[in-house]
């Protein structure tokens, strides 16, 4: 069985971020919520509250986080308040490969805008499309002015 592809999850609530963050540990790390609650030093239950509820402090969820190894809380709440998260590149050439990547995450975007102005697509599964895009692009124009600026290269005597 094949799993999720997580590049493509978008959270659509608080509750549903905590629930993928979970998942994703689960499927990944093979993490259970004991596990998890653990690691973050509480209790289970206490993690199961906070995942039924969709409540959780602040200040847990940066470990939270980490213990799952995806941050989609924080995606979520970046773009609850109208915010984008991007991720920062890694400076490196994009293979063809990227290319390609790039082309599929906007074709699928421009995809849902036609299904949602014809009334074929729901707001949501549109929202999630148009994000990943705006990421997509978001992250190869920091590379491109990256190139733009090169870092010193410094000389060793």
């Known amino acids: 069985m094949r799993g999720r ?28 919520v004991e ?18 509820s969709g409540k959780m402090p602040a200040s847990s969820i940066p470990s939270y986080e980490l213990i799952t190894g995806v941050n989609f ?5 970046a773009a609850s308040t109208g915010y984008l998260m991007i991720v920062m590149p890694t400076g490196r050439n994009a293979s063809a490969a990227d290319m390609q990547a790039l082309q599929e995450v906007l074709t699928t975007a421009a995809g849902k805008l036609i299904q949602f102005y014809a009334n074929k697509t729901d707001a949501t599964s549109t929202i999630a499309a148009i994000q990943q895009g705006m990421e997509g692009l978001a992250s ?6 990256k190139f733009q600026q090169p870092e010193f290269e410094f000389n060793e005597e």
């Open 5 to 32: 592809n997580w590049k493509r999850v978008q959270p659509n609530s608080l509750r549903d971020a905590m629930r993928l963050c979970k998942d994703h540990a689960l499927e990944k790390k093979n993490y259970s």
């Open 35 to 52: 596990r998890i609650a653990d690691l973050m030093g509480i209790t289970a239950d206490l993690l199961y509250k906070w995942l039924a």
């Open 73 to 77: 809380v924080t995606r979520w709440l």
């Open 140 to 145: 190869h124009k920091l590379n491109v002015e």
